[in-house]
C-alpha cells in the first residue's frame, strides 16, 4: 500500500508543478511595464527576455525612435525597462517598446511627484502665448501664466510675451497639479511650489531660530508700525520701537524693501508662527554711558525732534533725547511751546538732571545764557584773568 503512494505522488508531483507554474504565470498585456534582460543585440532589432516562456523583441522602429545615442549604450546583459506593445503578433512573438517604457517612467514619477506633493527643480526651455514650457524627462510640461510668481513683475519687457521670454534658461521651483499621461497632459505650477516651500522653510526656521541669534534678510514690506524682513521663507517684524535707539517714525526712513540687513532674534512664538527681531540690539545701548558722558550744568547743543503740549524734546546724539519741560523753555509764563521752538531747531540747552536708569534727561533752554550775556561773561572772565596776572 505504502509503495502505491510513493508510485502515485512520483506520478502527481510533476503534474502539480506544471500546474503551479501556469497558475503563478502571468501573461503580458498591452500597456504593462516590466523589467527585463538584454539578451541578444541584433541589426534590426533587440531581444530582451522579461520572465516568461517567451523572450520579448523590440523593433527597428522603436529603436529609430529611441535615437542612435541611446541605443549604442545598451549592452548585453544590461537590466531595462520595456513596454509591452502586443503581447502576441502573427508570429506568436512580444513587441516590446524600450522608448514607450522610458516615456511611461517619467510619467510615473510625475504620478509619484503629485501623489507625494513634492516639489522639485527645472530648467525652463521655452514658452508660448499661454505659458511656460519644462522638459520633464522625456516628456514635457507646462507652466500656466497664472501659474507663475509675480509674472507682472518679473523684468524682460513691457509685453507678456517678452516677460515670459525672459524667464526662459531660469531654474524654477514647481510642483505638479494635474497629471493625465493618457491625455499627455502636466500641469506644473510655480506659485503652489513657493507657498509650500515657504510654509516648509517657516516651519524649519521656527524650530531652529533662537532668540539672540543673528539672521541675514532682505526687506520685503515696510508699513506704519514696523519692517518685515524675509530670513529665507519666512518673514519677521522689526516693530518700529526696535529699529533704532534714535526715534524712528516710519521704517522707510531708514530703508527701501529689497535692502539686505542684518537682524537679531528678540523672539519666537512657535505656537502664534511669529518672529519678532530688532535692529537697534545690534548696536551698544547709548544710555549705558550716559552719567559718564554727560553731567548736572552742563550745556550740551540738540535738535529738536518733537514738540508737545507740556514741552520740547531734544537729541542731543543718536539715541539719546532730552525732555525740555514747558517752564524750562523760557522766562515768564509760556502758554504754547511752539511759540518759543520748533521741530528741526538746533539749540544750545543746559542739562538739568539724569536719570539713566529711567533713560530720561531734562534739560533748559532758559538756563543757558544768551549769546550777549555769554559775551560779557567771557569778557569778565578774561578782565578777571589779566588783572590776576598784573598782581603777580
Given at each position: 500500500m505504502a509503495t502505491e503512494v510513493v508510485e502515485r505522488e512520483k506520478v502527481l508531483s510533476p503534474m502539480w508543478e506544471f500546474l503551479s507554474e501556469e497558475y503563478d504565470y502571468v501573461r503580458p498585456r498591452r500597456g504593462d511595464i516590466r523589467d527585463g534582460i538584454v539578451m541578444r543585440i541584433e541589426p534590426d532589432r533587440i531581444v530582451v527576455d522579461i520572465g516568461v516562456k517567451k523572450e520579448g523583441i523590440v523593433p527597428s522602429t522603436d529603436l529609430e525612435m529611441l535615437g542612435e545615442e541611446a541605443v549604442a549604450e545598451i549592452e548585453v546583459g544590461d537590466k531595462v525597462l520595456v513596454y509591452v506593445l502586443n503581447p502576441e503578433n502573427?508570429?506568436?512573438?512580444?513587441?516590446?517598446?524600450?522608448?514607450?517604457?522610458?516615456?511611461?517612467?517619467?510619467?510615473?514619477?510625475?504620478?509619484?511627484?503629485?501623489?507625494?506633493?513634492?516639489?522639485?527643480?527645472?530648467?525652463?526651455?521655452?514658452?508660448?502665448?499661454?505659458?511656460?514650457?519644462?522638459?520633464?524627462?522625456?516628456?514635457?510640461?507646462?507652466?500656466?501664466?497664472?501659474q507663475i510668481m509675480d509674472l507682472a513683475g518679473r523684468a524682460g519687457g513691457n509685453s507678456q510675451m517678452e516677460r515670459l521670454a525672459g524667464i526662459v534658461g531660469e531654474t524654477l521651483h514647481l510642483k505638479v497639479i494635474e497629471v493625465d499621461r493618457y491625455r499627455r497632459r502636466l500641469i506644473l505650477s510655480e506659485r503652489a511650489a513657493q507657498r509650500q516651500w515657504r510654509k516648509l522653510q517657516r516651519e524649519r526656521l521656527l524650530r531652529e531660530l533662537k532668540e539672540g541669534d543673528i539672521r541675514h534678510g532682505?526687506?520685503?514690506?515696510?508699513?506704519?508700525?514696523?519692517?518685515?524682513?524675509?530670513?529665507?521663507?519666512?518673514?519677521?517684524?522689526?516693530?518700529?520701537?526696535?529699529?533704532?535707539?534714535?526715534?524712528?517714525?516710519?521704517?522707510?526712513?531708514?530703508?527701501?524693501?529689497?535692502?539686505?540687513?542684518?537682524?537679531?532674534?528678540?523672539?519666537?512664538?512657535?505656537?502664534?508662527?511669529?518672529?519678532?527681531?530688532?535692529?537697534?540690539?545690534?548696536?551698544?545701548?547709548?544710555?549705558?554711558?550716559?552719567?559718564?558722558?554727560?553731567?548736572?550744568?552742563?550745556?550740551?547743543?540738540?535738535?529738536?525732534?518733537?514738540?508737545?503740549?507740556?514741552?520740547?524734546?531734544?537729541?542731543?546724539?543718536?539715541?539719546?533725547?532730552?525732555?525740555?519741560?514747558?517752564?524750562?523753555?523760557?522766562?515768564?509764563?509760556?502758554?504754547?511751546?511752539?511759540?518759543?521752538?520748533?521741530?528741526?531747531?538746533?539749540?544750545?540747552?543746559?542739562?538739568?538732571?539724569?536719570?539713566?536708569?529711567?533713560?530720561?534727561?531734562?534739560?533748559?533752554?532758559?538756563?543757558?545764557?544768551?549769546?550777549?550775556?555769554?559775551?560779557?561773561?567771557?569778557?569778565?572772565?578774561?578782565?578777571?584773568?589779566?588783572?590776576g596776572s598784573q598782581r603777580s
Open positions: 502573427r508570429d506568436g512573438d512580444i513587441i516590446l517598446s524600450l522608448n514607450l517604457a522610458r516615456l511611461m517612467k517619467d510619467w510615473l514619477r510625475a504620478e509619484e511627484l503629485y501623489e507625494r506633493g513634492e516639489i522639485f527643480e527645472a530648467e525652463i526651455a521655452g514658452y508660448n502665448k499661454g505659458g511656460l514650457l519644462v522638459p520633464f524627462g522625456r516628456i514635457r510640461g507646462f507652466v500656466p501664466a497664472s532682505v526687506v520685503s514690506n515696510l508699513c506704519d508700525f514696523g519692517a518685515f524682513v524675509d530670513l529665507g521663507g519666512a518673514d519677521g517684524l522689526i516693530h518700529v520701537s526696535e529699529l533704532s535707539w534714535d526715534r524712528v517714525r516710519h521704517p522707510r526712513e531708514l530703508f527701501q524693501v529689497g535692502d539686505e540687513i542684518d537682524v537679531y532674534v528678540l523672539r519666537v512664538d512657535r505656537e502664534r508662527k511669529r518672529i519678532g527681531l530688532s535692529l537697534k540690539r545690534l548696536q551698544p545701548d547709548p544710555w549705558t554711558l550716559v552719567e559718564e558722558k554727560y553731567q548736572v550744568g552742563q550745556l550740551v547743543e540738540g535738535t529738536i525732534t518733537h514738540v508737545a503740549d507740556f514741552g520740547a524734546f531734544a537729541r542731543i546724539e543718536e539715541g539719546i533725547e532730552g525732555l525740555i519741560h514747558i517752564s524750562e523753555l523760557a522766562e515768564g509764563n509760556i502758554f504754547r511751546p511752539q511759540d518759543v521752538v520748533k521741530e528741526g531747531d538746533a539749540l544750545t540747552l543746559r542739562v538739568i538732571g539724569i536719570d539713566a536708569a529711567q533713560r530720561r534727561i531734562a534739560l533748559s533752554l532758559r538756563q543757558v545764557p544768551s549769546r550777549d550775556e555769554a559775551l560779557r561773561k567771557k569778557k569778565d572772565y578774561e578782565r578777571d584773568r589779566n588783572r
